[in-house]
Nanobody, 123 residues
Framework: HVQLVESGGGSVQTGGSLRLTCAVS????????IVWFRQAPAKEREAVAG???????WVAPSMEGRFTIFQDNSKHMLYLQMNSLKPEDPAMYYC??????????????????RGQGTQVTVS
């Protein structure tokens, strides 16, 4: 059984930075995709960035150049480095994972393992 726990959220000023962490416990195989999502009030949940077990990563076009996704050597910690935060970035940020698949869906509903989220506020 896999569990995901997000942390690192908080309040920063516009232009500031935050690093979110997704702690992954359990093991469901060596092939996986882990994705960061976010959801602001009255908006749909959207995919922010994803990482495949192959090492390939992607970032949503609107966040490219500001957000970076990476994991540590243990592969049990996934990070989302967010720089140059803007007023449109505040949201609840979530991580989600699938195992045994070679692609990263951008729909939250397609993920088997999901975290509870961490709140990001930009003032």
């Amino acid at each position: 059984h896999v569990q995901l726990v997000e942390s690192g959220g908080g309040s920063v000023q516009t232009g500031g930075s935050l690093r979110l962490t997704c702690a992954v416990s359990g093991d469901a195989g060596s092939q996986y995709c882990i994705v960061w999502f976010r959801q602001a009030p009255a908006k749909e949940r959207e995919a922010v960035a994803g990482l495949l077990s192959s090492g390939a990563t992607w970032v949503a076009p609107s966040m490219e150049g500001r957000f970076t996704i990476f994991q540590d050597n243990s592969k049990h910690m996934l990070y989302l480095q967010m720089n140059s935060l803007k007023p449109e970035d505040p949201a609840m940020y979530y991580c989600a994972a699938n195992y045994g698949r070679s692609r990263c869906p951008t729909s939250w509903l397609e993920y088997v393992y999901r975290g509870q989220g961490t709140q990001v506020t930009v003032s």
